[in-house]
Every structure is written in structure tokens, then in C-alpha cells.
């Protein structure tokens, strides 16, 4: 049986052919593999902006103690008698109350003596008084021209008026000297210590003790420069919030800036503001003992923003937000008021529901093409979307 040429060349050119049809349809998946790896969109986490109303709080801290720290002095000279049971160390005295006694025996006899010593002087100046007027009538009677001042005994009587000033102010000053021997407490106060004791002989100006005012506390609070600028008219009569560990449990208190001290730290360039807080031992009101020493945080409001976000410091690219923009990557100018700790305060350049990308992109572009979860579909990915269904629809039909 004879073969022919065309028998022969045909399986070679299927071989060929299908040879050839399996290359093209290798190279047209590999080209379309390119495509799609060329068109890769990176994936990002995003989040939607929600402009809120934010406080902006100046930190600080420091240190409570009392307004007036004063060093009690005798103003006497004598020993003391008897020391009040409440003028002890850390002791509560109230304004008025007797701290201790010096023996007023010696004094009550000055007073005494100023005493008699003015009804004296008193009777002098009468018995002058009226030696002047007998003069006077008896001048009248010899003769009708004007007496000299000697001879109606005027110095005589300024004599004796000016000693009747000296006694009144001598009973004066015995009698306050005598109530200097009782040591009364200036105002509402905490004993810090206590120097005398029954017995103790005192020089004028000896010192009894030291008492610290009770009925307000203050607390000098450093701020730096940039968080001095958010107070509003500079700090003065601005909210502050307090916290400290006190008796073992962290408390809060209430206090109020009432002037800052006016000049810039040379050491450290902090401005130094000044808070008080009334009633801190809770002597008339209900809340916490804030005792003197306390080491406390400060938070000081300042300017209340209507419209603002706080957000992470690590999404900022190159001091600009990526938000994201028609699916593409937009890097956003914002103004920063302030920074706290890994956050920044943003009060302009968002507007509410623009999306803010908040994962990390390696090589952040502006304008590169985004997507993310739940990302609406482009209308270019949407219109090819619908020409490869049109073209498998009309390959059904066929």
C-alpha cells in the first residue's frame, strides 16, 4: 500500500499548528499576567473624618503649698504660762484661737499704773484749767487792757494737756502690751511646728512656732512657651484640673489660675503660672484633703476648638495627611495647634467624611491609585466589567 506525500505532511503540520496555537495562548496568559500584576493597587486601611469639638489642655505639674507660711513672734518678753492642746506639730487652729499665754502679771501692773498715772494728768490739766479762768476774772477786775498768755497761766495748761496725751497713750500701750501676752492664731491654720513649751522664757521677738494658712492652697505650674499660646488671655482665671496620690489612692481636685509671674524662667524658658485651691484640708467642704507638699499633675484648659481632630502622628507624610481622592492618593496641608504625646491637633485642612489612610504605604506617591475595603468600583474598572460580560453573552449566543 503506497503512501502519499499528503499523508505524510498532514500529522506534521497538526503538530505544527497545535505546536504553534499552544505558544500563542502561553504568551498571551503571560502578557495578561503582566497586565494584571502592572495594574496592582496597593491595599489601605482608612478612616472617615469626624470633625468634633475639642479642649485644648496645657500639662504641667508641680508642687502645693500654702499661700501664707508665717513665723509666730512674741511681741512681749515674759515666760509662757500655758501652750493651747491644738498648737502642736500638724495641729488645725482657726483664726482668734489662743496659741499660748505669756504670764500677763507684769503687764497688768502697767496698766495699772498707766492708769493712775493718767487720772493724774487728768487732774492736773483741771486744777490748771480752772487756775486760768480765776486768773482770768482777776486780770478783769484791776484793769481793762488784754493779759499776756503767762499771766492767764496758757503754758501751764498746754503743760498739763500735753501730759494728760502722753498718759492716755501710755494706758494705750499697756493695754495692748497686756493683751500681746495671749499668742492668738492670724487665720485658719496648720501648725508646721511648735517652739515653745510651759516654762519657755521669751525676748520680744522670739519665735513660738510656724503656721501655714489653710483657707488657700497654690501651686506654681510651668508651661512651655508653645502651650502657653492655647490659654486663652493668658491663662488667667483658666480651669485646672489636679491629680495626685494621696493616703495611698490617686484624687482629683479643682483649682483656678489666678496670674502667671510675669517673666520667663532664665534656666529652663518656661513661663510659671499660679493656681489656687480653696479649702485644700476640706475644713468646709466635702472633697478630698489635698495636703500641703502634695506633688500633683496639672491639666490647664485652653481654648475650646469647635471643629477638630486629634490624629496619630505616624500616618503624617512629610507634615501632610494622605487622604484618599477619586481613588487616588492625595497628601493633604493641615494646621497643627498642638502636640500631645503621639497625637496632633488638627484644627483646619479636613472636612468631615474625607478619607484619612491610617496603614503604612511604602512608597507614598501623590496621585498613585488606592483601594480599601469596601472601596466603591471605578467607573473605568466598572465599563471593562461590562464589555467582558457583553463579550461572554454574545459567545453563549453563538
Not at 84 to 90: K, L, M, T, Y
Not at 205 to 229: H, K, M, Y
Request: net charge negative; glycine share 6%; aromatic share 6%.
Amino acid at each position: 500500500m503506497s503512501v502519499t506525500k499528503q499523508q505524510i505532511f498532514r500529522p506534521i503540520a497538526v503538530l505544527l499548528g497545535g505546536a504553534a496555537v499552544f505558544t500563542l495562548i502561553m504568551f498571551t496568559k503571560s502578557s495578561d499576567d503582566k497586565r494584571e500584576e502592572e495594574k496592582l493597587v496597593p491595599y489601605v486601611s482608612v478612616e472617615k473624618v469626624e470633625l468634633a469639638p475639642i479642649q485644648l489642655v496645657a500639662h504641667s505639674q508641680g508642687e502645693v503649698r500654702s499661700r501664707y507660711q508665717t513665723r509666730i513672734v512674741s511681741e512681749v518678753s515674759g515666760k509662757v504660762q500655758a501652750v493651747s492642746p491644738a498648737f502642736e506639730n500638724g495641729g488645725l487652729v482657726k483664726k482668734g484661737e489662743l496659741l499660748a499665754q505669756i504670764d500677763p502679771f507684769d503687764y497688768e501692773v502697767k496698766v495699772q499704773q498707766a492708769k493712775a498715772n493718767l487720772a493724774s494728768a487728768r487732774a492736773a490739766f483741771i486744777q490748771e484749767r480752772a487756775q486760768g479762768r480765776v486768773a482770768e476774772a482777776e486780770w478783769a477786775s484791776i484793769t481793762n487792757a488784754e493779759p499776756s498768755e503767762l499771766g492767764l497761766r496758757k503754758p501751764q495748761q498746754e503743760q498739763a494737756l500735753a501730759s494728760v496725751k502722753a498718759a492716755e497713750a501710755a494706758y494705750t500701750q499697756a493695754q495692748k502690751d497686756l493683751e500681746r501676752t495671749q499668742i492668738l492664731a492670724p487665720f485658719d491654720a496648720l501648725v508646721k511646728s511648735r517652739d515653745v513649751s510651759p516654762g519657755t522664757f521669751l525676748n520680744i521677738g522670739g519665735t513660738l512656732g510656724e503656721l501655714l494658712d489653710v483657707s488657700l492652697a497654690e501651686v506654681r505650674l510651668p508651661v512651655n512657651q508653645s502651650d502657653f499660646s492655647i490659654l486663652q488671655n493668658a491663662g488667667r482665671n483658666a480651669q485646672v484640673v489636679l491629680r495626685g496620690h494621696v493616703y495611698g489612692q490617686t484624687q482629683t481636685w479643682q483649682a483656678r489660675i489666678v496670674r502667671d509671674e510675669g517673666m520667663v524662667d532664665a534656666a529652663s524658658r518656661m513661663i510659671y503660672l499660679v493656681a489656687h485651691i480653696i479649702d485644700p484640708y476640706a475644713l468646709n467642704n466635702a472633697t478630698p484633703r489635698l495636703p500641703f507638699g502634695t506633688y500633683v499633675s496639672a491639666e490647664i484648659h485652653g481654648e475650646l476648638l469647635p471643629q477638630a481632630l486629634k490624629i496619630p502622628r505616624r500616618i503624617f507624610i512629610n507634615g501632610a495627611i494622605p487622604v484618599v481622592a477619586d481613588h487616588k492618593l492625595e497628601l493633604r496641608e493641615v494646621t497643627v495647634l498642638k502636640e500631645e504625646g503621639k497625637h496632633s491637633i488638627v484644627s483646619a485642612g479636613l472636612a468631615d467624611g474625607d478619607l484619612m489612610v491610617v496603614s503604612t504605604l511604602a512608597a507614598p506617591i501623590a496621585g498613585m491609585e488606592l483601594t480599601w475595603e469596601g472601596a466603591p468600583t471605578p467607573k473605568s474598572e466598572e465599563a471593562t466589567e461590562k464589555a467582558i460580560a457583553s463579550a461572554a453573552d454574545v459567545k453563549e449566543v453563538k
